[in-house]
């Protein structure tokens, strides 16, 4: 395997592996960049300290992230991705099988490309169909809740199971 092709490969960081205080102090750093001088960005510096470069608020977002995880005990993976993925890998990415991911792309619900045979889905437009559906999903649920409130459904324990019932 190159070096090339072992860089690409995932990687997963416990949270164990990392000294906690280091994680919340990093994290720290990295939150309060710009609070106190607006135009401050944190930077990356060389090992030998002779050069550095602005870090791309991108880059800065994805470290907060990764950090936050870390210091609430979470493993953060790092995993490249394609920017044009196969429906199996759409697919596996919204935890749905292949033949209801293609109902979906059929119904025009999931943009693609069709270049050959075989579909592919950009994975900018799988991340907006992901995104789409968690509001949905958040505002049916807020929806529900508001419904049950007004019909005084909160407190009122549930009815006891009856006998033979597998719910129990």
């Known amino acids: 395997m190159t070096a090339a092709a072992r860089a690409m490969?995932?990687?997963?960081?416990?949270?164990d592996a990392a000294n906690s205080a280091e994680v919340v102090d990093l994290l720290r750093v990295l939150r309060d960049r710009g609070?106190?001088?607006p135009e401050a960005r944190a930077r990356l510096v060389s090992a030998d300290g002779?050069?550095?470069k602005?870090?791309?608020?991108?880059?800065?977002?994805?470290?907060?992230k990764a950090l936050e995880a870390l210091a609430n005990g979470y493993a953060v993976t790092i995993a490249p991705q394609h920017t044009t993925l196969t429906t199996q890998?759409?697919?596996?990415?919204?935890?749905?099988?292949?033949?209801t991911l293609t109902k979906l792309l059929d119904e025009g619900r999931i943009p693609h490309e069709r270049p050959n045979s075989h579909r592919r889905i950009k994975l900018a437009d799988l991340l907006h169909y992901q995104q789409e559906r968690r509001q949905e999903r958040r505002?049916?649920?807020?929806?529900?809740?508001?419904?049950?409130?007004?019909?005084?459904?909160?407190?009122?324990?549930?009815?006891?199971?009856?006998?033979?019932d597998d719910r129990a």
């Open 9 to 15: 490969d995932e990687q997963t960081i416990l949270p």
């Open 35 to 37: 609070q106190h001088v």
């Open 50 to 52: 002779t050069s550095s």
């Open 54 to 64: 602005p870090l791309p608020d991108g880059l800065h977002d994805i470290l907060v």
């Open 89 to 99: 890998q759409a697919a596996d990415m919204l935890g749905v099988s292949r033949p």
């Open 139 to 164: 505002q049916l649920l807020e929806r529900m809740t508001a419904e049950s409130l007004d019909m005084g459904l909160y407190g009122v324990p549930a009815p006891a199971p009856e006998e033979g």
